[in-house]
C-alpha cells in the first residue's frame, strides 16, 4: 500500500509540475514578444497580452496557493476557530467569484433558514472551502445559468449544499474526487491547468471541523456538492 502511495505521489508531482510550467511558459513567450517588439503592435494588441499576462498569473498564483495550503494541511496545520456567522462568510465567497459569474454569465441564488446562530469556526478555512465548490460550480456550469446554494440548520449541524446544472461527474469518479494525489482523466472535464488539489483541500479543511463532504451527481446532470458542520 505505501508502494502504491509513492508511486501516485511521484506521478502526482509530476503531473503538476507540468501544469506549473505551463503557464510559466506562455508568460515567458508573452514577456518576450512585449520586451522585444512591443512597439511594432497598436496599443490594442499591447493591452490583449497584458491581459493574458495576468490571466496567467492569477492561474499560477491559485496553483501556488494550492499546493502550500496542501502542504500545510499534509504538515498537520493547527486552526484557530472563533465564533462567526456562516452567512456573512457565504457572502464573502459570492463577493469573492463575482469576477467569474461575471465572465460565465451565472446567477448566484441564496435560500437560508432564518436565526442561524454563530458557532465556532476557522473563517479563513470554511471561506477557502466554500469558495472552492463555488468557484467549481461556476466553471462547470453552463453560461447564463444559475448555481444554488441553500443553507441550513437544525440543533446539532449546519448543512450547506451547493448545487449547479452543469456537466455532472460520473459515477466511477465520485471516490475518487476529494482523494489526495488523484486527477480525473484531463481529457474528461479540465478546462484549464490545475492541480486537481481543490477538492482534497476542501475536504480535509471540512474535516478539521469534525464536518463532512458529500457529492450527488450525474453526468450532464448538474452536481451538489454538501458540506455538513457539527455546531
Ligand atoms: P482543481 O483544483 O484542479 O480545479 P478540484 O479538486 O477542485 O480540482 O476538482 C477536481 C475535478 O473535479 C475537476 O477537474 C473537475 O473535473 C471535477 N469537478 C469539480 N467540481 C465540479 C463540478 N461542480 N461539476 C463538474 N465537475 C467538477
Do not use: W
Not at 69 to 78: A, P, T
Not at 137 to 153: G, L
Amino acid at each position: 500500500k505505501e508502494a502504491e502511495m509513492d508511486q501516485m505521489r511521484a506521478h502526482f508531482i509530476s503531473n503538476v509540475s507540468h501544469e506549473l510550467r505551463t503557464p510559466v511558459t506562455v508568460l515567458r513567450s508573452y514577456i518576450d514578444t512585449l520586451y522585444n517588439y512591443g512597439n511594432e503592435f497598436d496599443y490594442e494588441t499591447q493591452k490583449e497580452f497584458i491581459g493574458t499576462i495576468n490571466q496567467e498569473i492569477i492561474r499560477l498564483n491559485r496553483m501556488v496557493n494550492d499546493i502550500l495550503d496542501f502542504s500545510r494541511l499534509e504538515s498537520n496545520m493547527k486552526i484557530e476557530k472563533t465564533l462567526n456567522n456562516i452567512s456573512q462568510l457565504v457572502d464573502d465567497c459570492v463577493n469573492q467569484v463575482s469576477v467569474l459569474t461575471k465572465d460565465n454569465n451565472v446567477q448566484i441564488k441564496i435560500t437560508k433558514d432564518d436565526n442561524i446562530p454563530e458557532f465556532l469556526f476557522n473563517y479563513d478555512s470554511i471561506e477557502r472551502a466554500l469558495t472552492n465548490l463555488l468557484s467549481n460550480a461556476i466553471k462547470y456550469s453552463p453560461e447564463n445559468n444559475n448555481v444554488d446554494i441553500s443553507i441550513r440548520a437544525n440543533d446539532e449541524t449546519f448543512k450547506i449544499a451547493i448545487h449547479d446544472n452543469g456537466i455532472g461527474i460520473d459515477k466511477k469518479y465520485h471516490g475518487k474526487i476529494f482523494a489526495k494525489f488523484v486527477q480525473l482523466d484531463s481529457a474528461y472535464t479540465k478546462k484549464e491547468s490545475s492541480t486537481g488539489l481543490g477538492l482534497t483541500i476542501t475536504k480535509e479543511l471540512v474535516e478539521l471541523h469534525e464536518g463532512k463532504i458529500s457529492l450527488v451527481s450525474e453526468v450532464n446532470n448538474g452536481s451538489t456538492f454538501i458540506v455538513e458542520i457539527p455546531f
